[in-house]
């Protein structure tokens, strides 16, 4: 599709056409926007990069599938240690 930049205010912008937006899911949101080989790429923000985090732990803990990865480590040898 072939547009026009504008002016709008101090700035410059493209105006993005409703059904993009809505085919992409943004609509009247934060984006990310930055350069890639001289494009200008948009892109939606993470809703919460942590979000369901507690509620998969929770599970996790259910099936008793919550044990450590990696042992819990004794720090006996670090006494000879200089910081």
Do not use: C, H, Y
Not at 14 to 32: A, H, R, S
Not at 46 to 63: D, I, M, Q, T, V
């Amino acid at each position: 599709m072939k547009t026009s930049i504008r002016k709008m205010g101090n700035s410059q912008g493209v105006l993005i056409p409703k059904p993009f937006l809505t085919q992409v899911g943004m609509e009247m949101e934060e984006v990310d926007i930055e350069i890639e080989n001289d494009t200008i790429v948009i892109r939606k923000l993470p809703k919460n990069p942590r979000e369901g985090w507690a509620r998969s732990a929770k599970k996790l803990a259910e099936k008793g599938d919550d044990n450590l990865v990696w042992p819990e480590f004794a720090n006996e040898d670090d006494k000879e240690w200089v910081w």
